[in-house]
């Protein structure tokens, strides 16, 4: 697309990007239900394929057949597709018609998603836009075209040469970082090091102070093994490498506890005695966010050179031809996240 039909937003709000990920998933059905419940939070500017993102508003039954799954459902049209919105839509035209269908995995829907990213990375560089919310991908899908990356969080971090960079988890009652992301549960063990450990706390601080404006968050560690291995008698990862870390970092982060086991961290955390807690692996993060909350749930990437949000779940394949399933929820949340923690940066 050239540049001269590149968006300017004459405005003083935050400028929201938004990706609309996987062509063939659930991301044009919510970003179509999200914004109209966001008019006058911020300037929005959407990138993807514009006649993917318009087959979004019509029900199931609607659809031509070969754009449809399997199984077909009754679906209507929210009323809150309102076609009159401040918007700006920069249409990439890089998804074919010819037999296109959602949820299907598909190298050619991979590469647009990626090509979504890369022209999202432009407008961020020109100033164009203030802060990338993305929609879901299939990692299935970009590693078929060729892109062999877990996530948008690693892509986005090469993209920018962002070396150190923290996924925190967050809903309305908790905030989760990570040590590792998307690897095989048998490789966390060998995964983990002082290092990592150091690195994710004092990220996880720094995320805390700058994005949420917390002095000194008091953050809690979880352990590896069950109840923290129990001094050792469980796994030797708590005693080697995590006490080890935290007894250093002690000097530098004034409320920082654990290792606790999971389960206890994400409890003390719950009922408001963290701030945040530092969890291990993906599962640990997930599985009590998901619980207590998968509807407020948000990804956030800090470390890169802007703020990056995204919805806490996937490409819903399954229901993503039709709109009526699809929840808006959980994108409203990361694009208000978005606009907050850009918001705060800009208040320094």
């Not at 809150?80 to 035209?93: G, Q, T, V, W």
């Not at 995320?207 to 949420?212: A, G, L």
């Not at 005693?239 to 007894?247: A, D, E, G, S, Y």
């Amino acid at each position: 697309m050239s540049l001269k039909n590149t968006p300017t937003l004459k405005s003083c709000k935050i400028k929201v990007g938004i990706t609309l990920g996987d062509p063939s998933g659930i991301g044009s059905a919510i970003t179509r239900k999200a914004i109209p419940k966001l008019k006058g939070l911020a300037d929005f500017v959407v990138i993807g394929d514009r006649w993917v993102y318009d087959l979004a508003r019509l029900p199931a039954a609607c659809l031509p057949p070969a754009c449809r799954t399997g199984r077909d459902r009754q679906g209507q049209a929210g009323s809150s597709e309102l076609e009159a919105l401040s918007y700006k839509f920069i249409d990439l035209h890089n998804v074919s018609r010819k037999n296109f269908k959602f949820g299907e995995i598909k190298a050619e829907y991979g590469r647009a998603s990626i090509e979504y990213l890369d022209k999202a990375l432009e407008l961020i560089k020109k100033g164009k836009i203030d802060c990338l919310v993305t929609c879901p991908i299939s990692k299935e899908s970009i590693n078929k075209a060729g892109f062999n990356f877990p996530g948008h969080t690693e892509y986005l971090a090469q993209r920018t040469e962002t070396e150190d960079f923290l996924m925190l988890l967050l809903n309305k009652e908790l905030k989760i970082s990570l040590v590792t992301r998307h690897i095989p549960l048998k490789e966390v063990p060998l995964e983990l090091n002082k290092n990592k450990v150091s690195k994710t706390v004092l990220l996880t601080y720094r995320v805390m102070d700058e994005f949420f404006l917390v002095k000194n968050p008091r953050i809690v560690v979880c352990g590896l093994n069950p109840h923290a291995s129990d001094n050792g008698l469980i796994g030797d990862e708590e005693n080697l490498i995590i006490k080890p870390v935290l007894r250093v970092l002690r000097k530098r982060v004034k409320f920082l506890d654990g290792p606790f086991s999971s389960d206890v961290a994400i409890l003390k955390a719950s009922n408001r005695r963290y701030d945040c807690v530092v969890a291990m692996f993906h599962d640990q993060a997930l599985i009590p966010l998901k619980l207590q909350g998968a509807q407020t749930g948000v990804n956030l990437t800090f470390g890169l050179p802007f703020v990056r949000t995204s919805p806490l779940h996937g490409t819903a394949f399954d229901i993503a031809a039709d709109n009526s399933l699809a929840d808006p929820s959980s994108l409203i949340e990361a694009i208000r996240l978005a606009v907050k923690c850009t918001s705060n940066l800009k208040r320094d």
